[in-house]
């Protein structure tokens, strides 16, 4: 097991373009939740998935964000027309329901919008 | 969205002494966590407290759940250079879900 896995680790795009994210979670975890962390700043949540279901979505998710597990393993995180304020560390963690101690991140994707 | 707030924003001590940190929040978590991050890295998780006034130590590290469920401390004792980094404390108030909420982060830098 080589813990989660997220691709790329960093992306610069220009203004505009759409974006996409991969997280690979630790196998066995059946929970899967994206954050974003911004500079100087603790991560905030955006939205998490019980095996292929999403079951919540926060307020910072904005119409121009999807997020997608489709098979319940690996998941995908969409940004389209991006702007500067997406620029941000994209974390994704994976756990087993009610496992606190398992509960592991990823190192992040960083994205910069130029 | 909501950050807890976390106390000192930074500190600046030298090698061997010891740090004290805490995190307050304006709702009741039913679980704290402490997290530390390294640049470039996702948050690797220090301690988990699960009850009020629970007091947990990992090694040199030491942490409170308050009795409001409102604060969380943390203690480091004998700091040592690979303590450097920045410390989050998160709260979990629904175990269902385990979204946490995290502060806003003590960043910690050793002087020589």
């Known amino acids: 097991d080589t813990g989660v896995s997220q691709d790329p680790r960093h992306k610069i795009t220009k203004r505009g373009q759409n974006v996409t994210f991969r997280c690979d979670p630790i196998?066995?975890?059946?929970?899967l939740y994206w954050y974003r962390q911004t500079l100087g700043q603790g991560p905030e949540f955006l939205t998490y998935?019980?095996?292929?279901?999403?079951?919540?979505k926060s307020r910072l998710l904005s119409d121009r964000f999807s997020a997608e597990r489709p098979k319940g393993s690996f998941s995908t995180l969409e940004i389209q027309r991006t702007e500067q304020g997406d620029s941000a560390m994209y974390l994704c963690a994976s756990s087993l329901v009610g496992d606190i101690h398992g509960y592991t991140f990823g190192s992040g994707t960083r994205l910069t919008v130029v | 969205g909501q950050q807890l707030n976390q106390s000192p924003q930074s500190m600046f001590i030298q090698e061997g002494e010891d740090v004290s940190m805490n995190c307050t929040s304006s709702?009741?978590?039913?679980?704290w966590l402490w997290y530390k991050q390294d640049p470039g890295e996702g948050p690797v998780l220090l301690i988990a407290l699960y009850k009020a006034g629970e007091l947990t130590s990992n090694g040199r590290l030491t942490a409170q759940f308050g009795i409001t469920r409102k604060d969380s401390f943390l203690n480091i004792s004998a700091s040592i250079p690979s303590d450097v980094g920045i410390y989050f404390c998160a709260g979990l108030s629904n175990f269902g879900n385990e979204k946490l909420t995290f502060g806003t982060g003590t960043r910690l830098t050793i002087i020589p």
């Open positions: 998935f019980q095996n292929e279901a999403q079951l919540e």
């Open positions: 196998s066995e975890h059946n929970r």
């Open positions: 709702s009741i978590f039913n679980t």
